[in-house]
């Protein structure tokens, strides 16, 4: 099952239980991101055009999803609109979409969180204890059409950090580097979706495979690839097979795992073909223009020197963010897509919570 069907099967699925519930009005996943303890809204079947998209929020700043996390129960709330108490935004949406009572169900695999199944009515009152029990069969068919779906992932992206491990013992680039580019990235594209219509999907995807961009910088020679100046002419052309590399990486791992069927693989394959194409046509490997270039490979090119250009490296000190925007900002155009660079403008706290999140020890942390 490709994963632009996913949506379509979670829609199937919300059709078979309003024949018997009509009022079970949403059935909802958002997944949990434990690396920065973020729950994003992921897919979704809601009748009419009451959808919830692009939202994120800390796991810890909801207390009683929280609860559900540690305990591992599901949760009934027949009245949503109870006096008293302080209400969460997600909470406040579903009132004010017409919503009255919910379900909630926390998902996981191996014993790890994976995220939230959101089942909302709206009449109070809705979840018999008959109705629970018959919801159970579907939260096991979810639950395993999700973590069927993500596994795949975890085995590509555990194949690939092998090599990127051993892509670190040679190159200056760190763990900490890999993290923060997938959720500048992740960010960027949060930004665009209203503007776009991203899907929670494709912001899902881009955090997961932004990541591996550079995979393929192990099969570049160690006197380019540690070169501390400015490379010749020579070795610049020389460095560009990084990215050929990458992707028979990608595709020999993909063959060797039976993959083929893997969620959203092109948009692994776009990134570490086009994050290094400019926007004006000047970059590499292709010489790819504007909207030629994949979406995902212009938002990772922003977020990959993002990354290296506020981080300390042997070479360079770290620049402050403001700095490095503006550096961005004075290439928009030429090297980077404007659109892609203007959501970091007016976000610099938020960047900054990413960087520090992500902070290798010792790294001091950048000036402002």
């Known amino acids: 099952m490709s994963w632009d069907r996913l949506g379509e099967r979670i829609v199937h699925l919300h059709d078979d239980l309003r024949t018997y519930w009509p009022h079970l009005s949403r059935l909802a996943v958002a997944i949990y991101d434990p690396e920065t303890d973020r729950l994003n809204t992921f897919v979704n079947s809601t009748d009419g055009d009451r959808q919830l998209r692009n939202y994120s929020a800390r ?43 919910s379900y909630t169900v926390p998902l996981y695999g191996n014993e790890h969180l994976v995220g939230f199944l959101f089942f909302d009515a709206d009449r109070t009152n809705y979840f018999t204890e008959a109705m629970v029990r018959y919801l159970a069969v579907y939260t096991e068919l979810i639950s395993a059409i999700i973590t069927n779906q993500l596994a795949p992932i975890y085995i590509l992206r555990g194949a690939l950090n092998t090599v990127r491990h051993l892509t670190l ?5 760190t763990a900490g580097h890999i993290q923060r580019v997938g959720h500048y990235a992740q960010f960027i594209a949060f930004k665009l979706a209203p503007r776009l219509n991203l899907s929670d999907e494709y912001i899902e995807f881009v955090l997961q495979y932004a990541p591996m961009h550079d995979i393929g910088k192990i099969g570049v020679p160690d006197h380019v690839l540690l070169k501390r100046g400015e490379l010749s ?20 791992i993909v063959q060797e795992f039976e993959l083929g069927d893997l969620a959203h693989i092109d948009i692994l394959r776009n990134i570490i073909a086009t994050h290094h194409e400019w926007f004006d046509g000047g970059g590499y490997p292709i010489g790819l223009a504007g909207d030629a ?3 995902e490979g212009r938002i990772t090119a922003v977020a990959d020197v993002l990354d290296a250009l506020t981080t300390r490296r042997s070479y360079k000190e770290a620049w402050s963010f403001e700095d490095a925007i503006a550096y961005l900002q004075a290439r928009a155009g030429k090297m980077f897509d404007p659109l892609c660079v203007a959501p970091l403008i007016d976000h610099i706290e938020q960047l900054k919570e990413i960087h520090d999140c992500f902070k290798e020890g010792g790294e001091p942390p950048p000036t402002s």
């Open 59 to 101: 796991l810890t700043d909801v207390p009683s999803l929280k609860q559900l996390a540690d305990t591992g129960k599901p949760r009934i709330k027949q009245q949503l609109n109870t006096p008293g108490g302080e209400m969460s935004p997600h909470t406040r949406w579903l009132l004010d979409a017409g919503f009255a009572s």
């Open 169 to 173: 013992q040679r190159d200056s680039e």
């Open 233 to 252: 002419r020579e070795e610049f052309e020389v460095a560009k097979i990084h990215v050929q590399c990458g992707m028979d990486i990608v595709d020999s």
């Open 293 to 295: 270039i994949p979406l």
